[in-house]
């Protein structure tokens, strides 16, 4: 399928899963992809990076759920932390590990996993909806009853993927991608590259083909599809071009002409205009 | 386990920031086969050099995806890495839930009981500055030993109560009951001022030592809320000369050290 196939699966008013983690292999062809469409009031369920940031500057966003936003070698997104401080969004602030465990709930089909995580912190004041659980059995341990995170869609970017949407990770962490997918209605892969089926195993050993084509519907080939965040080992954090994107961010003008070069283009005319820097900082 | 070599006045020509790699050092005696996890200059100086002396169980991270036999230099170069095992995000919950790990993590603010905040500043709703979020602060206090690691310390970073409750601190692990307190513990807090603990019966901040050049006045002018003070305060133990040595020619020969704590 298309970018433009893609965000037609999707509708404004859904809660979105992004894969990835931080500035890390975020699937960021398809956020640009949404920034162009007329889709919002989204809620953005993400560990959060760029993903997040660019869609609460292009005012796509009702509500964020989140453990953190990060771009990693910078310590906070400008916009998220903007759109937070403007009060423009909502927000669902848990432990990265509550996160974890409510996707995980979701893909399984369950209502709740129980934690010891977010006792006793404000998670639990700043959620008031959120529950605890007494155990059944004689410790009687009272937890956190971490509620599903159900996606309507989840969106994950791979190095590998097959046209049938067996997906493949050659990275040193595939982060909770197959939970995201597994905790969704509509499940879309784009990658960095579509092989044949038979061409997997040469790319990388048996472990990283941890996305299979029971957790997905469909696949976008993207090269750097990821970019500016890291896709390793394609290639690493376009770190100068992120430095850019935070500059930007510092006021009105400065965004305007960021977004008029990077975000309201084609795809591939994004690809093009960003080589630049990627080439600057190629093999870091 | 050896016990800690004596503190003495004498003067080694240490740095201060070479003390705090020695108090963050210190936060990991003791620990056996635990996975080390240390942010920041003098956390990441310390896990490595209490690996490297009187911690050799320690299980070091490459700070992405692996967990990595002996103590690398600081910004060593990956590729030059001894991987001993895989260990992605996923599985980190897995040490972290059995409670095999130790923690030093930055704090925006501490406050007297020992929450700490790295969520945002100002009210929740609508903080004045948002900042990267609990993370997983409030899951690894309540599962493992976790301490904290403040570089500039200020009445800004010290404050009576923290604005958003990420880390949980003592009174508020003992009021959410005992599955919040079963595996809570607040080891240690290291500022560039001293060393802090709650060894005390209400289990407030007292100071634990000072280090040296730094007085129990000083410290308390730029604490913002009132410190326990032991009748004698400690200076933080001095390095020994094998420590020096391994700081400053083996792990940190590039002297970041000095750029996060002049």
């Known amino acids: ?284 | 386990m050896s016990p800690p070599p004596p503190a003495t006045s004498a003067d080694t020509g240490a740095s201060r920031a070479e003390y705090c790699v020695i108090a963050c050092a210190e936060v990991f005696r003791g620990d056996g086969e635990v996975m080390a996890s240390a942010f920041g200059t003098a956390p990441a100086l310390g896990a490595r050099l209490a690996r490297l002396t009187f911690a050799p169980d320690l299980v070091l991270t490459d700070g992405d995806a692996a967990l990595i036999d002996g103590a690398p230099p600081l910004g060593a170069d990956p590729s030059a890495l001894v991987v001993e095992s895989h260990m992605p995000y996923r599985r980190v919950f897995d040490v972290v839930w059995s409670g095999r790990r130790n923690l030093i993590m930055m704090a925006s603010q501490i406050d007297r009981t020992g929450n700490q905040n790295i969520s945002a500043i100002g009210a929740w709703s609508r903080p004045t500055s948002q900042l990267v979020g609990v993370r997983g602060a409030p899951g690894n206090t309540v599962n493992h030993s976790t301490s904290y690691w403040v570089p500039r310390h200020s009445s800004r970073s010290f404050v009576e109560q923290v604005d958003v409750v990420s880390g949980v601190g003592y009174a508020r692990a003992s009021a959410a009951g005992p599955s919040a307190s079963r595996f809570h513990e607040i080891r240690a807090v290291v500022s560039n001022l001293g060393v802090f603990d709650f060894a005390t019966p209400d289990r407030v901040m007292r100071i634990r030592s000072v280090h040296p050049g730094v007085t129990v006045e000083e410290i308390i002018e730029a604490t913002g809320f009132t410190l326990e003070v032991p009748d004698r305060v400690p200076d933080t133990r001095m390095p020994t000369p094998r420590e020096l040595e391994l700081i400053r020619t083996v792990l940190d020969p590039r002297d970041s050290r000095a750029r996060e704590v002049p």
């Open chain 1, 1 to 284: 399928m298309s970018l433009d196939e893609l965000v037609g699966e999707l509708r404004s008013g859904m809660t979105i899963g992004i894969g990835g983690w931080g500035s890390r292999r975020k699937p960021m062809a398809a956020v640009r992809a949404i920034l162009r469409s007329p889709l919002t009031d989204l809620t953005v369920v993400s560990y959060g990076g760029p993903d997040v940031g660019l869609l609460c500057a292009a005012g796509k966003v009702a509500k964020v759920v989140f453990g953190f936003v990060t771009l990693d070698s910078i310590p906070t997104d400008p916009h998220f932390k903007a759109a937070r401080q403007n009060g423009a969004i909502d927000a669902m602030e848990i432990d990265e590990g509550m996160f974890y465990l409510g996707l995980l709930a979701a893909a399984q089909r369950l209502p709740f996993l129980p934690t010891r995580a977010g006792l006793g912190s404000d998670v639990l004041t700043v959620n008031p909806s959120l529950r605890t659980v007494t155990s059944p059995y004689d410790d009687g341990e009272e937890l956190v009853a971490v509620p599903a995170l159900h996606l309507d869609a989840a969106l994950v970017h791979v190095n590998r993927a097959d046209a049938h949407g067996s997906g493949q990770i050659l990275g040193p962490d595939p982060f909770f991608d197959e939970v995201f997918l597994g905790a969704a209605d509509r499940r879309f892969l784009t990658t960095e590259r579509l092989v044949d089926t038979e061409r997997f195993l040469a790319e990388g050993p048996l472990q990283s083909l941890c996305i299979s084509r029971l957790l997905t519907d469909g696949v976008v080939e993207t090269p750097g599809g990821a970019h500016f965040t890291a896709c390793v080992p394609d290639y690493p954090r376009d770190e100068e071009f992120q430095r850019a994107y935070v500059a930007a961010a510092a006021d009105a003008d400065l965004w305007s002409t960021f977004a008029r070069e990077y975000l309201e283009v084609a795809e591939s005319d994004y690809q093009s205009a960003t080589a630049r820097t990627r080439t600057a900082e190629g093999g870091r």
